[in-house]
């Protein structure tokens, strides 16, 4: 039983969070809705049918009893990976669909709310949906930031670099001098513990064993990483994995994603559009093999996550997702939760690297300095940063 | 010099041909303009921009003196494959561009309309001009078939099935008997001659012998065709090409497209929805490889270009694309015109099979029975049909 | 009842044939005999093998009584495309098969030399069986000219470039001129009659009308070809196919097969080893592609397969299999036979281009002028080359 | 300076190690040296030329005055991923590749052998050198287990199933009881310290802390795996990692590589010919994906490597590579060498999985309990077995 001043904080978050979806999505022609340029990029109109499907799928409709599904079909078009539910939709499939309309995604959205706020305020709710209401908010933020990254790569990839916000908020500039802090060896300890929500993959506080490192204070800038561009970084085999060079011959890779070099300048496409390089700025949109490049480059490596979690009280972190030389993999005693939720990490635990921190796209109040993300080595798209260690 | 009432005329069916493409779009929402579900099918609101282009690029242009281009990057979005004009867009990017808007790509049609028929009234026209206009109305038309065909293939291949429109007028029924119709031996004539407009692969009036044949006077039904299906017609390898055989064993082929077997009933998407086989309707959407099986199943064979031709004066055609069993080769003496125009047809003289006659899809006036229509052996999403020889 | 000196006679054919096919492979090590660097090649062991396995199959089996098969598993590995007569093993695996040895295939050719000798002589043959067993020297003389095709691929491709064999005689050079022969409009006949072997595909001798032509006397040579990619003729989209441009910028084609620039020269692989190239020689190894963009080049065109036949009594033909303008389909009449042997040629009517002539990697005594050979469009490695028409 | 016993033990060790290849390649017909039936595989013949072209490249040439070298082509044929010393020849290259041949491959490993016996015994040697001649004979072992796993493939993909040679030796068969070793939450150490060789990848000996955990005494065996088999463990998506989920219905995986169901019976094809299984035999030849699978069914997990290392004298290890569920990844302090040998393995710390122990078809001596062998997850082909911790 859950007490009615928390029903009420239920309602305030559910609905603040769900507006910022939208909220999101403001700036953007029905026609950017739909596109899926590749096959990680998911169209905006399935971001916000997918996030509503999972409150639908997994709060209403096993706990309101004679709850009417918004429209049977939704099932097949807006689940994504959970095998546990049905039929999975072939992700490549997303951006053929030109319906349900955005305008039905819409309405889809506003019903699925007003049911879930007069649940939030029943006395159906207890417990054990409470954290599943907590993971599917938190779920809701992670598909606001893949909004933005997808939002990017769709307007980045337009001939005619389309504006996305003006407004968007300056960056502080204060990325001057980078610094090393130490650390000495011996037993630390990571993971979640304590109050509040965490994903399956954080528990497990435990002891790790480090050696003696060091860690930069401060991210990778735009600048320095035109320096290793200007040293040739992308033709020198050495500084690569094998994979990583396949990848920049195969890609004729030669710059992070969305740089462009137009009449004697590097420029980038930022959600602004179109604009030259800012040199003091934090680097961005470079996958795992291009952020080892750099570190062999500077006679440096990547931290491990362990490292990155332990020092992380130390130094500012939030801009960019940074790629640590960690795999995803169980920490010591995870178990996978029982049906669908359990889904939600254990089964990608292969062949991934983890992210620690968070970036500007990353919803206020989303991250921690335990949160793991995870993605493929080869990927560019995520607001993606660089963190040395020694 | 034109006349005036020429020059009137023009307008006229500038004015109509143009407005016909806007309305075979009106029943769509904006999602349904923007996807590209196969490389073969493009969005509808490229289509709109391209038959633009054509206007812009290959009239106003050259011929207006100070126009001004209405968007200088729309030639990189909306060329299709004229080499001669600049850097082609690769047909599988169509479907990743959000933009142009919808909105933006009629406003440029209304930008480009306004223009050209100021300038079919001005003493700027003349007789060359006539012919690329000509071409122009009828490149036109051959998109509106496209946009029809490609609609199809959008909304049939959605989950939901939306309808198109309702009102679709009702196929009359008069396909019931088939009988063969008989020539003989001898030198006949085929291409076109006389006035009036005709693509450059049909000119060259000239003489072919032709042996003894029969053909049917009518279209295979949907009905014949189910025979075909239900004598495991796709399951015996003696009645297709080898390459066909592999299309079906690739594709798991088992129907014409669009055709689904739901709950022991034969069903098709329509442009009016799902609905039940019409077994007396003309068959759809088969390739040539489906068929030459058919007619291989049948003991009979699909008619020469040549043969249909010298026939079509003695039955009824205009339902359906009808497959050839004739390549798509020069007639003698053709001659690719200089210039970007001269791309229009000769460069796809190689593996590709001609169609003849017309379909309900084809705008009316559009066709002629010199027309030569062609397409690769393996598609099935144009409104194509069968028609038996001996 | 066939008499006995006709039995003698096809057992000295029989066995003269047989013989050629080993005396091809004489000069190879073993481990020529396996490998298979592109999916059009087969290793010789399986033309050996494959050529075997037909006589076995298609004579010694039905026809002699209690005839024991030499190794059941054959079938599977020797068959080539009979969908009659099991499962086709698919073409990529011959590359990957070490077993049966070489030494096993002679094995098998010995087995069935001997079967077939002892039956060719014995009261069991037939009219019937006389057909199928010039269709099974046809064959063999087919495969004889793809054993040097292939054999040319493999060590062609090496970066070792192996010797096949010295003696190899050399080229008479009387290409020098090249003059126009003029045929006049009207009826002519085209297609094979009379005594002797023919395929099933040039059968039904009918007549064609004809316009106004002109062929060229002699064979395009090497310098003559030279002077098209010296003037730019693999940059200008102009002169090439839509599909033969696509082909020119994937592969980036500059050349035919086997020529290389090195040190400053136009070098080739030939069955000799690598050579300077010889300006007067006739050219080889072009596809179609090639082939038309060349004729485009030379204002000129290929002439069709009815114009190469009608004038084929005029010119010398051999050198080369001369690309024609002609889509492989059926003659009129053309009806498939019943069974396996139905499959040699008919399901191959669609996409193809026909060859006319004969090669000198051709055994001699296999062409005519009514010989149909037939490939796709793309593929450059039989002794291909050009003669134009206009 | 290096003593001559050491040296005269070189010769020793180098000549034995060497025969030992040939040895391994005894039963083979000519044939099988040839072959590459997927791009994992490498023909027997490049593994023999390749082991000897490291000798001639890092050793001779730049140690032994004026040595010739025996083929200036077969640094381009043998070379197999080193950037640093020249063009790489594309992997999958190497099986159309007839020449040289087995016979000159032979010749190159006797001219290089004699120069090698030389130069070991001669007053050039030094200790920089030993450790180069201590990295290419464990480069030579590496490759002689590849050309056993090699060769299982080559012929146990065959048609006809070739038996490699009858007296392999027999298992013993002891894997009847399987028992839990349970260990103590602490600080262990791991990686190599002491005498010998080892890796660079096994060096820094380094502090680990380790949770509580049970390892398993026994390897998996034949009969537990078809357990999992018969509760449709194929079928349930719930055991598997989601990338091990779309490997299992793309290559509608069922059962281990080698496994066939013949008539009623689970058969394999061992290096002994086709057998029936055996269910008291450790398993073999099944992926990560598997593995883990496997585990996730009998509800415990695989081993971490550190796991694995400090457990492993407890356990008698050494019939099967046994998958860890650790990432490969340098060790604390890991560092390439400079140039060519230090491409030998940090290149590849990513998106590869580390197995532990040795096989069967690993040569005596050559493994040890800090060895990192490691694979990408989708591999079967090694001689891979499951060990189970929880």
Chains 1, 2, 3, 4 share one sequence.
Not at 360 to 388: C, D, K, M, V
Request: aromatic fraction near 16%.
């Amino acid at each position: 039983m859950t007490t009615e001043t928390t029903l009420q904080n239920f309602v305030k978050r559910y609905t603040e969070i769900r507006q910022h979806s939208v909220d999101i999505c403001k700036p953007l022609e029905i026609e950017d809705y739909v596109v899926q340029p590749i096959v990680d990029v998911s169209p905006p109109k399935w971001h916000l049918g997918h996030t509503t499907w999972f409150f639908e799928t997994f709060i209403l409709i096993p706990n309101v009893p004679g709850y009417e599904v918004f429209d049977t079909q939704y099932n097949f078009v807006f689940n994504s990976y959970y095998e546990t539910v049905g039929a999975r939709v072939i992700r490549t499939d997303r951006g053929n669909l030109s319906r349900p309309s955005v305008s039905d995604v819409y309405k889809y959205r506003k019903y699925v709310d007003e049911k879930m706020q007069n649940f939030l305020t029943s006395d159906l709710m207890n417990e054990n949906i409470e954290a599943l209401l907590e993971l599917g908010l938190n779920h809701e933020q992670q598909h606001q930031e893949l909004l933005l990254t997808d939002i990017k790569f769709i307007l980045g990839h337009n001939p005619l670099f389309p504006v996305y916000k003006k407004e968007i908020k300056e960056q502080k500039k204060f990325y001057k001098h980078s610094e090393m802090i130490q650390f000495f060896e011996g037993i630390y300890e990571i993971g979640f513990e304590g109050e509040g929500f965490c994903f399956d993959n954080e528990l497990g506080r435990h002891k790790v064993y480090l050696n003696d490192f060091e860690i930069s204070q401060q991210l990778i800038t735009n600048g320095e990483y035109l320096e290793f561009m200007n040293a040739k970084g992308y033709s020198d085999f050495r500084h690569w994995h094998a994979e990583g060079w396949d990848w920049v011959k195969q890609n004729n890779a030669k710059s992070p994603l969305y740089w462009h070099f137009i009449e004697g300048k590097w420029m980038y496409y930022t959600l602004e559009g179109l604009q030259e390089i800012d040199l003091d700025e934090p680097l961005c949109h470079i996958n795992f093999f291009e952020a080892s490049a750099f570190a062999s480059w500077k006679e440096m490596r990547l931290p491990t996550e362990a490292e990155w979690e332990v020092a992380s009280t130390h130094f500012e972190w939030g801009k960019r997702w940074e790629w640590t030389n960690s795999a995803y993999l169980p920490y010591p005693g995870f178990k996978k939760e029982a049906g669908a939720v359990g889904e939600y990490n254990g089964k990608f635990m292969v062949n991934q690297t983890v992210l620690r921190g968070a970036s500007e796209a990353t919803p206020a109040g989303h991250s921690r300095n335990t949160y793991r993300n995870f993605f493929p080595t080869h990927l560019q798209w995520q607001f993606t940063g660089i963190r040395l260690a020694k």
